[in-house]
């Protein structure tokens, strides 16, 4: 298309600045309307003229792209609040209300607005352009002018056997996003995340397909390209010590297996097990307590570390985490979001970490999104962190590149 690479290589400048901004996608009914009516030159006219005008309603800092048939895409960076995305779409609406006269006959473009949120609608630019046109649609549906990307908009039908020929085909990717020490204030590992594009080239994130595996065997084959994806980016690590955790389900477990599988990867790509930290959510430890415990323990017994997910977010009683032979807590986001406003929060998320340090375990903090809860964690002497802020998941491949250019240069 048209100027989608100017596009996206101007939305990932913006994501590896990191801080947030929205995400417009514009479109200009009827421009097209225009050229077929009044011929191409008239045509070509209202666009430039379309153009001058959604640049002429924005801000020094914002940028305008145009994005192809009657489409424009508009970043604007440095929002107080999301609200403040609305005011903006207010003064686009603003400068179409004239007619636009030109040279030639009367015309006046009629907008559509959709808007996405980085980071959070998507932390890659690629889902940001696609939730901004969605969001469009949507509005448009519901025949309104302008609307926000909501979660439930992206729901898509899963097909059982375009995720199962997409897990055998390897159209799955790994993603990797950057674990940080937050007192030494460095890398030191990366947690594995998949995402799938179907054929129709929507991103499906794994909320949806991995609860839909599941659900039926395809876990087990999800399970086996999790597992081997994920330590063929790391073989690319090299001797890195990055500590490499991967997301484990709990129906995977109970299916057995999981151990071997682990153990012959580790061989066939030549990881050692000490840098492998297998991650299981809170909730999924308690279905089937014993034989849980039990994985765990071979899992340990092969040098590997194991993290208690989510924690915060399930069942798991405290005697539970007693009783998991876990080396790792990884907070959940809901109980680290809230820290930087509210006090009783924070002193929860302290009496957290305080709690799994006398278990003997590392704490490590999900969806740190800003600056100030960094440094809150970092005071409360939490270990590790990993959000948004500190870096948001991007393709594995790209990660590794990225790393040891850093690493060397
Ligand atoms: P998770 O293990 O809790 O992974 C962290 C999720 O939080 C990721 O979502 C990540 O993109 C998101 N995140 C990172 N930083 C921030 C932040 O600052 N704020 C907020 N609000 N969110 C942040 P993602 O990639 O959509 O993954 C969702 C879940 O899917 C994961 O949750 C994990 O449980 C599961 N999952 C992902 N990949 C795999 C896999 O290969 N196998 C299995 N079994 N499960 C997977
Ligand atoms: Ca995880
Ligand atoms: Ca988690």
Known sequence: MLNQREILAALERRISVGSGFALLAVRVCDLRDVAIRHGAQRGEQAEADAERLIRESLRPVDEAFRAGDELFAVILPDLPARNHALLAATRLFKSFERPLRGDGVPWQGRLRIGAAF??????????????????????????EPCGFYEVRESRIDIDYDELRESIESNRLRAYFQPLWDLRARRIVGVES?????TARQEIVPPDQFVPFAEQSDLIVALTHWSINATFRHAAALGKSDLGIAINLSARAVARGGVTEQLRDALSIWGIAPTSVIAEFTETALVEDFDRTVRTLRQLRDLGMRVAIDDF???????MYLSRFPATDLKIDKTLIEPIGLDARAARLAESIIQLAHRLD??????????????RLLMEMGCDYGQGFHLGAPQPADKFIERFCAETVG
Do not use: C, V
Request: net charge neutral.
């Open 193 to 197: 995340l998949a995402r799938w594009t």
């Open 118 to 143: 980085f980071p959070q609608d998507g932390g890659d630019a690629d889902t940001l352009w696609r939730r901004a046109q969605m969001a469009k649609q949507h509005a448009a549906r519901r025949g």
């Open 312 to 318: 915060g977010t399930g069942y798991a009683s405290l």
């Open 361 to 374: 375990m590392t704490t490590t903090a999900e969806g740190i999104a800003d600056a100030n809860t960094d």
